[in-house]
């Protein structure tokens, strides 16, 4: 046993494991799924007469399909809330948003938590110090009916940030600039332990978009070390401080280690196609675009839509450019409400949708054209994952997204 955070959680999952096994099959403490995956085991569980392991530890939502967009969706989305209904599912939200928001949302992700989801942002969870991953039907199937999984032990790579988030700059920024630094590869099916030293800390949505991002330079685990920013957050959605709070012990051996100091950070864009195609936002100021996204599990949190709100306040955005906006959650929506945040948005031009995943998996609710040129707060900027495989799309965090939606192109403005 290495000492690192992931080993620890392992460990304590571990059902007769050797000590230092590099296979280990370990008991986990939830299941997370949506209709698009959940759907695709539904005929071989019922054929083989399996029954959900705990149906309490369960978290199931229809979120890329809500609401369906087409009939054959429909049929997808009926059969799958049908059968959480019929495994007695507790966690089941309809309609409420995001799994992996759904997720960090609920009690049962909390510091030391194992998690497996039919999703691969299923790895956002370990912004509370959870080993959070997401995995193929097939292994869910089997997660499931027992409540077990095989894992192996990812070597881990201990990243340390230092200084303090400028006030331009969000998690967004942070995980780009960990992207340009890994690349697409550089992770692979390891664990990134992540450790705040900063003053102050990163805020608890800004370590959701970082581990959230995580998956796309490889990464099996992406996990913040918890401290008390992790603690505040559980104390104020469950009402107690979490049970535990794991964190590495002092001899921990890593794989790699490195310092980021976040207080030279500048606003970053991932051109296409490529979340790790990185580079800071003025090598493409002047870049026009048409449309401009603010959602996905990536974003679309309360932060996001108060920054973004800030922005476009008293002003509209360009006459040529569609700034679709869609909270993560419908809790996060509530939120955004009561705060004025929608409002503002809604008289600046922008349009908000239905909590769900929408034009992020090339799914609804602002899908791109031929000629369109995006900037969005999702995750993936793949040829053709938000649409027509000749438009383009450039991530970037919610402070990016609501200038360019304003100036009609992507602008420095720091």
């Not at 939830?30 to 369960?58: M, N, P, Q, S």
């Not at 059968?83 to 007695?88: L, S, V």
């Not at 196609?273 to 870049?287: K, L, M």
């Amino acid at each position: 046993m290495s000492g690192t955070l992931s080993d620890l959680i392992i460990d304590a999952h571990a059902l007769d494991a050797e000590a230092d096994a590099e296979f280990v099959r370990v008991k986990v403490d939830a299941v997370l799924g949506h209709d698009a995956t959940i759907a695709l085991i539904v005929d071989e569980f019922r054929k083989r007469k399996l029954e959900v392991w705990d149906r309490e530890r369960v978290i199931f939502t229809n979120d890329h399909f809500s609401p369906a967009a087409s009939v054959e969706r429909a049929n997808i989305s009926r059969m799958f809330i049908d059968f959480a209904r019929e495994k007695r599912v507790l966690h089941l939200a309809v309609d409420q948003g995001i799994c992996h928001q759904i997720m960090v949302e609920n009690k049962l992700c909390s510091p030391g938590a194992l998690i497996v989801g039919a999703d691969s942002h299923t790895i956002m969870g370990g912004a509370l110090g959870a080993c959070t991953t997401g995995m193929g039907s097939t292994d869910i199937m089997f997660a499931l009916a027992t409540g077990t999984t095989w894992l192996r032990r990812p070597e881990t790579i201990k990243v340390v940030f230092t200084g303090h988030l400028p006030g331009h700059c969000s998690g967004r920024d942070v995980i780009l600039a960990l992207l340009a630094r890994f690349g697409e590869e550089g992770a692979r099916y390891r664990t990134v332990e992540l450790h705040d030293h900063c003053e102050p800390r990163i805020i608890q949505d800004d370590r959701l978009a970082i581990t959230n991002m995580l998956v796309e330079c490889g990464a099996k685990f992406g996990v913040f070390v918890p401290d008390e920013v992790t603690r505040s957050y559980c104390e104020q959605r469950d009402g107690t401080p979490p049970a535990s709070m794991p964190v590495p012990l002092a001899d921990a051996t890593y794989e790699q280690v490195f310092e980021l100091d976040l207080s030279a950070l500048r606003p970053l864009v991932a051109k296409p196609y490529s979340p790790a195609n990185v580079a800071p936002v003025h090598e493409v100021r002047g870049t026009k675009i048409s449309h401009a996204f603010l959602g996905s599990c990536s974003s679309g949190r309360l932060e996001d839509i108060k920054i973004a709100a800030e922005v476009l306040a008293g002003k509209h955005i360009h006459p040529e450019v569609r700034f679709v906006v869609i909270p993560a959650s419908v809790k996060i929506f509530k939120a955004a409400l009561r705060a004025g945040y929608v409002e503002t948005l809604t008289e600046a031009g922008a349009s908000f949708n239905q909590s769900s995943c929408g034009p992020c998996g090339g799914i609804d609710k602002g899908l791109l054209g031929a000629a369109d040129v995006c900037v969005s707060t999702s995750s993936r900027n793949f040829r053709g994952r938000m649409g027509d495989v000749r438009s383009q799309t450039y991530l970037a965090s919610a402070r990016t997204v609501a200038h360019a939606a304003l100036s009609g192109a992507l602008v420095d403005y720091v």
